[in-house]
């Protein structure tokens, strides 16, 4: 069947939340009073059951799509899987320049520097660490990664924009 990304997409989210509704209603009807009228769990877990079995065939036919479909990063391109494996190496990678900053929020640097103690520091009274990179440097690279992000961002909406055949029941889709 010829589907989009988004309409996969879709689907999972779908499920997931149909999914979530099963174990709170599972969750909620393990005790109740003699009285209250409460759902058969073994009907409730059937119906979970085949909700993650339709996550996992969507799930499977997402993997089909984004390994079919081809989008554009830097001149070059590349599935829809490594497009969105990248943007997870890139989130990281900007994080550790984000925090090559430092941590300016640390209120009691200042007075543990005037006590002598730092973890910058061999010895009380030897040589500190400096900087190894300059913090404009620090913004170039937070700076490129941001464009890159952002890139990528944009090459993953347009693959999933795209349509492609991939194995998976229509009654998926529409359920």
């Known amino acids: 069947m010829k589907v989009t990304g988004s309409q996969l997409r879709k689907a999972l989210v ?3 939340l149909r999914r979530d509704q099963a174990v709170k209603t599972f969750e909620e009807n393990i005790y109740a009073f003699k009285d209250e009228h409460h759902p058969d769990l073994k009907l409730v877990s059937k119906y979970l059951y085949d909700t993650m079995a339709a996550i996992a065939f969507i799930q499977t036919a997402q993997q089909e799509f984004n390994s079919k479909v081809f989008v554009q990063i830097g001149g070059q391109a590349v599935s829809l899987a490594v497009a969105i494996k990248m943007k997870a190496g890139i989130g990281r990678l900007k994080g550790l320049w984000d925090s090559a900053y430092g941590n300016p929020s640390d209120q009691f640097m200042g007075l543990r520097r005037a ?3 730092s973890p910058k520091r061999r010895e009380k ?3 500190e660490q400096v900087r190894t990179v300059s913090t404009e440097a620090i913004s170039e690279e937070v ?3 941001s ?3 952002t890139e990528v961002q944009d090459a993953i909406a347009s693959g999933n924009s795209q349509s492609a055949e ?3 029941d229509a009654d998926l889709l529409d359920g």
């Open 143 to 145: 700076e490129r990664l």
């Open 147 to 149: 464009m890159l992000m």
């Open 14 to 16: 779908k499920y997931a």
């Open 166 to 168: 991939v194995a998976i």
């Open 115 to 117: 006590r002598g103690i």
């Open 125 to 127: 009274d030897q040589e």
